[in-house]
């Protein structure tokens, strides 16, 4: 099987484990009032089960058990993602403040950093001067960027809402 095959084929298998998760997780989400309410900047419509996150991981999660023979680095990557899911799915249910959160994903990355010995020693070339070698300044850079992406795609899910709140401000 080619490398693309073997990429299609682990795609639709997550694709399916999240879809299946939603239908399974759904019910049980409401049930249990684990909602996110149309309140304040949110301009959606109804009670949205808070499972998305937990159902894109789960679809991931059953696609690295089934494909990935379980090593030391594949340990520290999933126990790292488990400990930010953890994190956000407390965050839905008692909001947690930023710096909490920050601390705990700074937690976590330091796990992956000293536990997998993973981090951005280099940028490359990125100038044309040859390459840029970080050194130590890696575990902090690595630290930063990671951070800063976790929380840009936490950002990201307002996005909608945010830009209709930005217009009826602005307007």
Not at 50 to 68: F, M, N, R, T
Not at 95 to 104: A, E, S
Not at 112 to 123: H, N, R, T
Not at 130 to 141: A, R
Request: net charge neutral.
């Amino acid at each position: 099987m080619t490398i693309a095959a073997e990429l299609w084929q682990a795609n639709l298998i997550a694709l399916v484990s999240a879809f299946l998760a939603i239908k399974v997780l759904r019910p049980i989400a409401i049930y249990f009032n684990l909602v996110d309410v149309p309140i304040g900047r949110k301009q959606h419509v109804g009670h949205i089960p808070l499972i998305g996150g937990l159902s894109i991981y789960i679809g991931i999660l059953v696609v690295i058990l089934a494909a990935y023979p379980i090593h030391d680095k594949l340990f520290y990557l999933l126990a790292t993602a488990s400990l930010i899911l953890v994190a956000g799915l407390v965050d839905d249910i008692k909001h947690l403040g930023v710096w909490v959160r920050i601390v705990i994903q700074t937690i976590a990355c330091l796990i992956m950093i000293k536990g997998a010995d993973i981090y951005v020693e280099s940028l490359g070339d990125l100038f044309g001067m040859g390459e840029i070698h970080l050194g130590q300044w890696g575990i902090p850079f690595t630290l930063f960027g990671v951070i800063g992406i976790v929380n840009a795609f936490n950002m990201s899910d307002g996005l909608a809402g945010s830009r209709g709140y930005y217009r009826r401000i602005c307007i």
